[in-house]
């Protein structure tokens, strides 16, 4: 059942044991598994299997192309089928709009809207003409080197609007287009008839795998944009000063936005360090809000009763066959290996996510 929540916690109900109500809580406050890339297979993130990755891509696409949402207005996070939206819209109809659109896409379960209404400044936008606009974001297209394997073109420009077509050979390449023509000077809207892909494929996987072994290459792409997002989480996720099961995570052209909230300034600070240090990061924007908690003593959770938690939600899940788990002072180790990038995050995600664990040393190999 699908539930909506704006800018609070809450809305979930489950009749799990108490290890899934802690998952639960972690996903209301927005955690990312923003990459699903797998193994050998061709297909990555189908609509009837609804990963976080392809939700997260659809509702950019979605909020682009229908909302008069400009790409860098608003942030995007999906963990376990809940969407975050942070950021600016123009008015409540258009927040209103956003969150019907989100709710509408397959394998959504929740929203928590985080949006602010920002009505638009007076101030006279500056005028260029739909010639000029065409002919800036056609030289934009074929200047980005990621897009060669695509063919998108502009098929026209009305009064700002551009109207992109053409073929994109994934689903990343999709939305970088949008992202190259959103950005050019002069641009109000992106409508589009660009043919692509509708899931994930195995390219893409290729791709990300390439940039995550030269993590200093400055190729843009929205692929290299998940890989980016996954490991900002995975170090979240392995960093004991770090919040982050309340710290979302968005990337754009490499460049990193966190939103949430934090405890206290250093908490803040941590998380923006900690995201620098991802190879591929240009540039952090830190939105997170700090929220002094109330000082709680923490009941202490014996190592054991953690490692017996994960290990019984692991086991039984296949991709988790070859998982070790051991635990030492609340910090979880994980070794072994899974299938994909996508369970190496979730597994990660898990075991922070048990109450006790302070944070986790992830030595999970891809295979």
Same mark, same amino acid.
């Given at each position: 059942?699908?539930?909506?929540?704006?800018?609070?916690?809450?809305?979930?109900?489950?009749?799990?044991?108490?290890?899934?109500?802690?998952?639960?809580?972690? &996903?209301?406050?927005?955690?990312?598994?923003?990459?699903?890339?797998?193994?050998?297979?061709?297909?990555?993130?189908?609509?009837?299997?609804?990963?976080?990755?392809? #939700?997260?891509? =659809?509702?950019?696409?979605?909020?682009? &192309?229908?909302?008069?949402?400009?790409?860098?207005?608003?942030?995007?996070?999906?963990?376990?089928?809940?969407? &975050?939206?942070?950021?600016?819209?123009?008015?409540?109809?258009?927040?209103?709009?956003?969150?019907?659109? #989100?709710?509408?896409?397959?394998?959504?379960?929740?929203?928590?809207?985080?949006? =602010?209404?920002? &009505?638009?400044?007076?101030?006279?936008?500056?005028? #260029?003409?739909?010639?000029?606009?065409?002919?800036?974001?056609?030289? !934009?297209?074929?200047?980005?080197?990621?897009?060669?394997?695509?063919?998108?073109? @502009?098929?026209?420009?009305?009064?700002?609007?551009?109207?992109?077509?053409?073929?994109?050979?994934?689903?990343?390449?999709?939305?970088?287009?949008?992202?190259?023509?959103?950005?050019?000077?002069?641009?109000?809207?992106?409508?589009?008839? #660009?043919?692509?892909?509708?899931?994930?494929?195995?390219?893409?996987?290729?791709?990300?795998?390439?940039? !995550?072994?030269?993590?200093? /290459?400055?190729?843009?792409?929205?692929? *290299?944009?998940?890989?980016?997002?996954?490991?900002?989480?995975?170090?979240?996720?392995? +960093?004991?000063?770090?919040?982050?099961?309340?710290? $979302?995570? +968005?990337?754009?052209?490499?460049?990193?936005?966190?939103?949430?909230? @934090?405890?206290?300034?250093? =908490?803040?600070?941590?998380?923006?360090?900690?995201?620098?240090?991802?190879?591929?990061?240009?540039?952090?924007?830190?939105?997170?809000?700090?929220?002094?908690?109330?000082?709680?003593?923490? !009941?202490?959770?014996?190592?054991?009763?953690?490692?017996?938690?994960?290990?019984?939600?692991?086991?039984? =899940?296949?991709?988790?066959?070859?998982? *070790?788990?051991?635990?030492?002072?609340?910090?979880?180790?994980?070794?072994?290996?899974?299938?994909?990038?996508?369970?190496?995050?979730?597994?990660?995600?898990? /075991?922070? $996510?048990?109450?006790?664990?302070?944070?986790?040393? +992830?030595?999970?190999?891809?295979?």
């Amino acid at each position: 059942m699908k539930s909506n929540t704006v800018a609070a916690q809450g809305g979930f109900e489950s009749s799990r044991p108490w290890l899934r109500a802690s998952l639960l809580k972690a &996903t209301q406050v927005g955690v990312v598994l923003a990459l699903c890339f797998v193994g050998p297979r061709t297909v990555y993130a189908a609509p009837g299997q609804a990963q976080d990755a392809w #939700i997260t891509a =659809q509702a950019k696409l979605t909020l682009w &192309t229908n909302s008069g949402i400009r790409s860098n207005a608003v942030k995007v996070d999906t963990s376990e089928g809940t969407v &975050t939206l942070f950021g600016k819209v123009d008015s409540a109809s258009q927040k209103k709009e956003a969150n019907e659109l #989100i709710f509408s896409i397959e394998g959504v379960k929740h929203v928590q809207d985080l949006l =602010q209404i920002v &009505t638009p400044s007076d101030a006279r936008p500056i005028t #260029i003409g739909d010639e000029r606009i065409k002919t800036e974001v056609t030289r !934009a297209l074929k200047r980005e080197p990621a897009l060669k394997s695509s063919s998108v073109s @502009v098929q026209s420009v009305d009064k700002g609007i551009v109207l992109l077509t053409g073929t994109a050979e994934t689903m990343s390449d999709q939305l970088l287009a949008f992202l190259v023509a959103d950005s050019a000077d002069g641009v109000r809207h992106v409508v589009s008839e #660009i043919k692509a892909p509708s899931q994930f494929m195995e390219v893409e996987s290729k791709k990300a795998g390439e940039l !995550a072994k030269a993590s200093k /290459s400055k190729l843009t792409t929205s692929a *290299n944009d998940m890989r980016i997002t996954t490991e900002v989480k995975l170090r979240f996720l392995s +960093d004991n000063n770090t919040p982050a099961l309340k710290i $979302s995570v +968005d990337t754009n052209r490499s460049r990193v936005s966190l939103f949430g909230a @934090v405890a206290s300034q250093e =908490q803040s600070d941590r998380a923006k360090s900690v995201a620098q240090q991802v190879g591929g990061v240009t540039f952090v924007r830190n939105y997170l809000q700090v929220v002094p908690e109330t000082q709680q003593e923490l !009941a202490r959770v014996d190592d054991t009763d953690i490692k017996g938690a994960i290990a019984k939600f692991l086991q039984g =899940q296949p991709e988790f066959k070859s998982v *070790n788990v051991s635990v030492t002072h609340g910090t979880v180790r994980l070794t072994g290996s899974v299938p994909s990038s996508w369970d190496r995050l979730r597994a990660a995600l898990i /075991s922070r $996510s048990t109450p006790g664990a302070r944070s986790v040393e +992830d030595e999970l190999a891809v295979k």
